[in-house]
């Protein structure tokens, strides 16, 4: 009896352990058949979700994520620039105003804006309305900045701190032969008395035979805010300073200089391109700009026209063709971009009626007989540049920074530029110099400027001995509104 209960309890046990395994992978495979796939797409999409729905989520966000959101889509543009979402915002910000009286006293309060101004808009109007407040708040804060000036050159005085109150930097775009743009970003600045030099330099430039233009734009970021450093992947507005052809650079450019590594071109107004030598492959860019409307040039133009400098208004009592120019002051700086050669201010320039010819004023600054006023150069004369991996100096070239004041002391002809020496043939025949003679010579659509040096073989230093402005008869029949 006791051998038949055990037997029925084992076959018990093995029946019931082969029905729980069976249930146990009949569950299995219907939890793997439930069990959805790892590459199934989910049913619920932020794209997917009603408009409603995304204007509210959108209302939390900041005008920086905001902006940013807008670029996702279309759809998204338009929910983002939803005029009940802008309208809170530019309220918080410009805060209507009225004036009442209170307590026999005019003051003013802030008014809440009514709903009807949002029904009442076409879409995107506060949008539009915000951020044109803002270019206009900016434009207000680079007009106080610009304001101090230097008394003796008439030029913005405090350059460098209002450079970095305002946010300012600068961009290059580099358009290809097929529309394509390449933004390069500065790499850092140099700052000198009437100028500042930005430079660029990297490994990913492309390659100068396929390139068609490159422009220049300052940049200044859309929402101005003193307590964080401008981010540049923040909303920015670009000011068009200048467009460079590139196409025969080569060709058509000044060749400044070389030295073991770079070549070194030309393009006015004051851009310097460096090529890898023997080889069209760029190594670095500067552009040079005179602080005359530097902040006005790089923040008050638009992303596709320059700024436009104010006309002059000229003295009425001094028109007169007949008398010539006189009074004119010239602030002249040679520099590397780290080192300054030479430095100085000449007073009380003039030019009469006979010594116009050829479309061209000519103000004598330095004359060839006068030894009293020849100027040596200080140091070994030489155009700094460096990239990241290397930097040189190629010889005989330097920055020449000039500033021509009127007779009202008002900023006449200005511009800042890479030159260079050229050896000439001739031999100085004066007697306190004996040696070779080097000519610098810089030519725009305003004027010429043209020098003769001496190099001194025992002292090793360049004395100059000639300096002469040409001005266009056109500037100056621009500025003063007369007939030369």
């Not at 005029?83 to 910000?93: E, F, H, M, P, R």
């Not at 310097?272 to 670095?284: C, D, H, Q, R």
Request: contains cysteine; glycine residues 4%.
């Amino acid at each position: 009896m006791t051998d038949y209960s055990e037997e029925r309890d084992l076959n018990m046990s093995q029946s019931v352990g082969a029905g729980s395994r069976k249930y146990s992978e009949t569950v299995n495979a219907v939890s793997l058949c439930r069990t959805p796939s790892i590459n199934s797409k989910p049913t619920v999409c932020i794209e997917n979700m009603p408009s409603e729905m995304l204007i509210k989520v959108f209302s939390y966000l900041d005008v920086v994520s905001l902006l940013h959101v807008a670029c996702v889509n279309k759809r998204f543009y338009q929910l983002a620039s939803d005029n009940g979402i802008w309208l809170k915002i530019y309220s918080s910000c410009f805060p209507a105003k009225r004036r009442i009286w209170k307590n026999e006293f005019l003051q003013t309060e802030s008014v809440p804006l009514s709903c009807t101004v949002v029904e009442d808009r076409k879409p995107g109007y506060w949008k539009e309305k915000y951020i044109l407040k803002q270019i206009a708040t900016v434009k207000t804060r680079v007009m106080q900045l610009v304001k101090p000036v230097d008394p003796c050159t008439d030029l913005p005085c405090k350059n460098q701190k209002a450079i970095k109150a305002s946010g300012l930097s600068w961009i290059i775009v580099l358009k290809d032969k097929n529309e394509k743009e390449h933004v390069m970003e500065m790499a850092h600045l140099s700052f000198k008395d009437m100028s500042v030099s930005i430079y660029w330099y990297g490994t990913s430039w492309p390659c100068l035979d396929v390139l068609s233009t490159l422009k220049l734009f300052g940049v200044l970021p859309l929402l101005p805010d003193r307590s964080t450093a401008p981010s540049k992947n923040g909303p920015r507005r670009r000011s068009l300073i200048a467009e460079y052809y590139l196409s025969h650079l080569t060709e058509s450019s000044v060749a400044v200089g070389s030295d073991k590594l770079v070549q070194l071109f030309s393009l006015n107004p004051g851009l310097l391109v460096g090529l890898w030598k023997g080889s069209n492959e760029i190594a670095f860019v500067t552009v040079s700009l005179h602080y005359h409307q530097l902040l006005e040039r790089s923040a008050l133009g638009s992303a596709t026209v320059q700024y436009v400098l104010p006309t002059n208004k000229p003295v009425l009592d001094d028109v007169d063709p007949e008398y010539g120019l006189h009074d004119y002051d010239l602030h002249l700086d040679m520099h590397s971009g780290k080192h300054t050669y030479m430095c100085g201010t000449f007073k009380n320039l003039f030019c009469r009626k006979g010594d116009i010819e050829n479309g061209y004023l000519k103000l004598t600054v330095v004359n060839l007989k006068d030894n009293a006023k020849h100027i040596p150069l200080v140091g070994t004369v030489g155009l700094s540049w460096e990239t990241t991996a290397f930097k040189g100096i190629v010889k005989d070239c330097y920055m020449m920074d000039v500033t021509v004041l009127d007779e009202t002391h008002k900023p006449f002809w200005c511009f800042s530029a890479p030159v260079c020496m050229k050896l000439s043939s001739q031999v100085s025949n004066l007697y306190d110099y004996m040696g070779h003679i080097y000519t610098t010579d810089y030519a725009d659509s305003e004027g010429k400027v043209c020098a003769e040096l001496v190099w001194l073989e025992e002292t090793k230093e360049y004395f100059i001995v000639s300096l002469v402005l040409y001005i266009s008869t056109e500037k100056v029949n621009n500025w003063y509104g007369t007939n030369y």
